[in-house]
């Protein structure tokens, strides 16, 4: 197939009107064109833009399926092949359709099926690469009456090791029932590593039971990683991983008991590369199941020992909970040392055993950094337990507050210690006050805490003649240790008219508690507030909302603030604007029964899991007699389900009350208490393992509540 038939009528197709990850599809027959470019770079180029936009990160577009029979034309015609066989496999698997194409689903690879007469006699060619591209390909179509003659043909003769696993793979994927006896086959310890590893993966995927065999092929195979870098299915490229949690997700007792045995078998291994495998491995179990903390502690702790192995196994540490607490010696021996790796350490540490760790943190606190974060809760500290007073610390913060070169987070993580100790800083006075000047944003609610009689006259003068972006610290310090307003109306005043949304809703959420005074706040609020001019950015949005809010508050008027929070509920209804919308439900619920015309915009929200909780608090306030209770009950044991907001759906249930919970709606949360798989949202997971435990300490409460007391009463 010469060039001029590939692209024979490609400039009538209707480009501009289809999408892709970026827009208009216009520059995709350009991109067509560029593949088969003299100029290898070119080519190269081209290549890489189609991946970012026909098919960006696992999303297909029905641009996508218009460009496959392109695709396929150029692979036939030699045109960059294996790599355009690659992306068409990639395109039949998948599962993201985006934009027009989510009408029609299935339609991407449809296009893949109809190119199979192109893509099956590569299955034959004479180099071993394009056959195992070609058989990934066309098993990743699921056209099982087309594909599997071909393949079952092709297995025959095989002799190359990479491609008999290909093939072993679709298979299997093709007919699972027909094939198991052929993955078990393929574990012979006779046969290539390749092929064994891929039999260990198709008896996955074919359903069958974990045996001792099994387990024996994964631990003489390690490390697996390298077996998997020539394979195309990038879900498998790290294979102890992906048999882990296959195993883990059957949510039977022995497939998890499987799955953690041969986990403590990796990380027992004689060699450094299988056992990072398990480690990283662990940590992946660890966020899944509740567990594999306690049945993997002994393994990983013991990696402590050795310098090599600990780094990543501190990574694992961190995800044990209180099964961690053996590992205090061994951690405070490697936080006694130097460099990154001590620092790392006493970071767990600071969780493991606070005690231990504070003179540890004291004795090298600039060299420290990541420990004194985790000491206060870096980033945002809003969980952290406050850390243990020591002296040597105390001696150690005063030392760095008087450092000139103190700069970047830890003049905050210092000044976030001395808050927590409250008078017991006193000592560090002088300092705090020698650094007002230098860190006012973050200085005077510490000053405020350590010595509440000698800081007002610093804070007073601060916040009057300090540093114009830290007045309003200073005036919100001291009007919290005096009750002086005048002060702090200055500085809200300021700062409402700075122009930075952050500030203004900050400022906004200070009126709050100002009592009589806030009423002179009004005009400045209602001048801040965002024009029809400004961009509806989500910090913009938040802004308003902090401002409607202060304006009902001021006013006991609902007239101000409803048109706004209606506003930011129609604006918010995009992915990257989810917690906007939170916020929005969140200050409808505080207006209550006046906030009644907004609805239907927040029933609307219910549609999203990750809004739904707070739609649903939000609800409850604003019209409670209007709801199917039953009903947002379901929804809400949905999104704690789907991990969309756990915790802000355990909240809603907790407000609906047991009473409204059916036996079906007890029996999914005792589910969610009990199971073995976590519940968590997406975000940072190294608070994970604290937040599953929370979830379920009260999903246990709420099921307490609803039972039935012993007498029938």
């Known amino acids: 197939m010469d060039l001029v038939q590939v692209f024979a009528d490609l400039d009538a197709q209707p480009w501009a009107d289809l999408q892709h990850a970026y827009g208009s599809a216009a520059d995709v027959p350009g991109l067509l064109r560029g ?31 218009r460009a496959v029979p392109y695709l396929a034309r150029l692979a036939a015609a030699g045109v960059q092949s294996m790599d355009l066989l690659v992306l068409l496999g990639g395109i039949a698997e998948g599962e993201h359709e985006r934009g027009p194409s989510e009408s029609e689903p299935g339609a991407c690879r449809a296009a893949v099926i109809a190119q199979l007469p192109l893509i099956l006699p590569f299955v034959e060619d004479g180099e071993a690469r394009l056959r195992q591209a070609a058989v990934w390909t066309a098993a990743g179509t699921g056209a099982a009456e087309a594909v599997l003659p ?3 043909r092709r297995r025959e003769r095989e002799k190359d090791a990479l491609v ?4 072993l793979s679709g298979i299997v994927l093709l007919d699972p029932a027909g094939s198991a006896s052929e993955a078990i086959a393929a574990l012979d310890p006779g046969e290539p590593p390749e092929l064994r590893i891929a039999g260990v993966l198709a008896s996955l995927d074919a359903g069958l039971p974990w045996t001792p065999a099994h387990h024996e092929a994964v631990l003489s195979l390690l490390p697996l990683d390298d077996l998997a870098a020539d394979r195309f299915d990038h879900d498998r490229s790290e294979p102890l991983q992906f048999i882990v949690e296959a195993l883990l997700e059957r949510d039977t007792l ?45 393994a990983v702790i013991g990696l402590l020992d050795d310098p090599t192995p600990a780094r ?40 493991v055993d606070p005690e231990r760790a504070a003179p540890l943190l004291a004795r090298d606190l600039p060299e420290r950094p990541g420990a004194l974060g985790a000491a206060v809760g870096f980033p945002d500290g809003r969980d952290a337990v406050p850390f243990p007073y020591h002296p040597e610390l105390l001696a150690a913060v005063r030392a760095r507050l008087a450092d000139p070169d103190l700069q970047g987070n830890e003049p905050i993580h210092l000044a976030r210690l001395l808050t927590h100790w409250g008078e017991r800083a006193a000592p560090a006075f002088p300092e705090l006050v020698a650094a007002l000047g230098r860190f006012p944003l973050v200085v005077p609610r510490a000053l405020a805490a350590a010595d509440p009689a000698r800081a007002v006259g610093p804070l007073r003068a601060a916040a009057e003649s300090g540093p114009e972006e830290g007045r309003f610290a200073a005036a919100r310090a001291l009007n919290g240790l005096t009750g002086e307003s005048g002060p702090l109306l200055t500085a809200i005043t300021a700062e409402l008219a700075c122009g930075d949304p952050y500030r203004i809703r900050e400022a906004a959420g200070a009126t709050d508690g100002l009592g009589q005074d806030a009423p002179v706040l009004l005009p400045a609020l209602r001048a801040a507030l965002g024009g029809e001019d400004d961009r509806r ?18 006013t006991g008027d609902p007239g101000d603030a409803v048109p706004v929070i209606a506003g930011v509920l129609a604006d918010a209804d995009h992915d990257w604007s ?30 999203d899991l990750r809004r739904a909780p707070s739609a649903v608090l939000a609800l409850l306030a604003v019209a409670p007699s209007t709801q199917d209770l039953g009903d947002l009950a379901a929804t809400l044991l949905t999104a704690a389900e789907q991990n969309a907001d756990p915790r802000g759906a355990l ?28 519940v968590w949202a997406t975000g940072d997971t190294r608070t994970l393992v604290a937040a599953d435990a929370h979830f379920q300490q009260r999903a246990r409460a709420l099921l307490r509540r609803g039972r039935p007391s012993p007498s029938g009463d």
């Open 578 to 607: 989810t917690w906007t919308a939170i916020r929005a439900a969140r200050a409808a619920a505080r207006l209550g029964p006046a906030a009644a015309t907004l609805r239907p915009a927040l029933e609307h929200q219910l549609t």
């Open 312 to 351: 990543a196994a501190l990574l694992v540490l961190d995800k044990l909970g209180p099964h961690a607490a053996p590992a205090a010696p061994a951690l405070a021996a490697l936080a006694s040392g130097g460099g990154d790796l001590a620092d790392r350490a006493l970071s767990s540490l600071v969780l």
């Open 254 to 298: 022995a497939d998890r008991e499987a799955a953690l045995s041969l986990l403590d078998s990796v990380l027992r291994a004689p060699d450094a590369e299988s056992r990072a495998e398990g480690l990283w491995a662990a940590e992946q179990a660890c966020d899944f199941s509740r567990s594999a903390p306690a049945r993997l502690a002994p």
């Open 537 to 554: 950015t989500t910090p913009r949005m938040d802004a308003d909302l902090e401002i409607s809010l202060a304006l009902w508050r001021g």
């Open 651 to 678: 909240d809603a249930l907790t407000a609906l009350g047991p009473a409204t919970l059916t036996p079906d709606h007890r029996a999914r949360l005792t589910d969610l208490a009990e199971r073995d798989r976590r």
């Open 35 to 65: 593949l088969a470019s003299e100029d290898e770079e070119e080519g190269s180029e081209a290549l890489d833009e189609l991946y970012g936009s026909i098919f960006h990160q696992g999303s297909v577009y029905d641009a996508t399926a």
């Open 150 to 152: 071909v393949l079952l």
């Open 164 to 167: 008999r696993a290909e093939l």
